[in-house]
């Protein structure tokens, strides 16, 4: 039964966050821009934004994956808040990715709050496109 | 193959007509999507509109926009209402890919929990608006929400299918970017119920005030209406004028309803929107056959065949309904 297939092919959408008191944005345009060039639809959020800021918006627009990229140090508690507030909003399908720098020590912290990837920040454009096409791919739109 | 996980449309129906955001935003995906599957709920969705007032804003890039779709959400839900918002950014015609930047404007009265805005890429649609761009109209219309604000891409001159699209057209002509010989050429400008020129707080804006009046002054855009397109400065940064603004879209949807000109404009705007659809459909019908299309793009190079008979082959016409 191919009922779910789409007439277009799906195009995956990518909400790119800043979360929380962080006021530096050249690497999340970078890699909004990195996404664009893959083909994908990103919907950038703008600087300090709260997690529930966050979720509302993923929300509204029905994305694949939330990218989070933190700069500022406080991932841990921002990343528990905003996996709190997805599962709180019956959200919790939507793949969360973290980037920025966060210190290798703090990985397992993340996982627990719901993080599904951690991408370094040596990452190159490549890796990030295809980290997030699998992570999309184990699962496929809902 | 069905996904795990993957919510029939049909059970889906319910929850946008009960305003459950997440279903809302599942469904406008499937319109998006093309999903065969999701065409019977659109269909009984669609049963459900035709309540909300739709207001579309237009005008060239950087013209302020989406400054001023968020200063009306904000404007609006003072007032308790139910805002929905379709905004609409281009996709790159290489990648496909796109930057849906409208939200950095909006988030502060998108987050309240009384509006719900969408983003959407035109996936390679011309004309200002992008291929469901409607069909979510529809979805929040079920969905209880009025007004419904449809902002256009940055368009040029001519990409004027807002038209077929909203009740309310705005435009929006920020100060500084032409004479008044510009303001009386025919196109986007003809096709406002209320001008606005953004960016009040510059001295400039006087200007063009004094432009697009001179322009209607030398006659009514729309023949047959009794609405005269009023001018207004605003500036989303001040607030200024905004409320007057809000009040005069307010007017326009009474006078539309009081005039009998509604129900003219609703009948037009589905018209279009059948012939739209359907030279959609024509499309994709195209693009599916494309071997034939081949054979046929060959002979035409060829001069074997002209234009006119190829096409008249793939839409299946013989020599005697060409007659």
Sequence with gaps: MATTQARSPDIVRVLVAKLGLDGHDRGA?????????????????????????????????????????????????LF???????????????????????????????KESGVHVIIPQEARAEFIVSTINELVATRGRI | MTRAGYRPSSELVPLVLAGSRLAIARMISRAEGGYAEAEDALAELYKHTGKAHIVGITGVPGAGKST??????????????????????????????????????????????????RSMA??????????????????????????????????????VEIVSAAHTIVVLSPPGLGDDIQAIKAGILEIADIHVVSKADKPEASAAVAALKGMLALGAARSGSKWTSPVLAVSSVSGEQMETLKATIAKHWTH?????????????????????TARHLFQQQFDERADELEQHLQAVVKREADPQAAAHALLGWNKERQK
């Design chain 2, 68 to 117: 001023l779709v968020a200063a009306l959400i904000k404007a609006l839900t003072q007032d308790g209402r139910k805002v929905g918002v379709v905004a609409v950014d281009p996709s790159s015609p290489f990648t496909g890919g796109a930057i849906l930047g409208d939200r950095v404007r909006m988030s502060d009265a998108a987050e309240a929990n009384q509006a719900f805005v």
């Design chain 2, 122 to 159: 035109t996936r390679g649609h011309l004309g200002g608006l992008a291929p469901a761009t409607l069909q979510a109209v529809d979805i929040l219309d079920a969905a209880g929400y009025s007004p419904i604000i449809v902002e256009t891409v940055g368009v040029g001159q001519d990409e």
């Design chain 2, 256 to 276: 539309l309803y009081e005039s009998g000109e509604l129900a003219e404009r609703q009948r037009n705007n589905c018209r279009t929107r059948i012939f739209n």
């Design chain 1, 29 to 77: 345009k970078v890699v909004a821009r990195i996404l664009r060039d893959a083909g994908m639809e990103v919907i950038y959020t703008g600087l300090y934004k709260t997690a529930s800021q966050v979720v509302n918006a993923a929300i509204q627009e029905d994305v694949d994956v939330i990218g989070v990229s933190l700069l500022s140090g406080a991932h841990v508690p």
């Design chain 1, 80 to 110: 528990r808040e905003l996996g709190k507030s997805l599962r709180e909003h019956g959200a919790g399908h939507i793949f969360v990715v973290a980037g920025g720098v966060i210190p290798e020590q703090d990985y397992a912290a993340l």
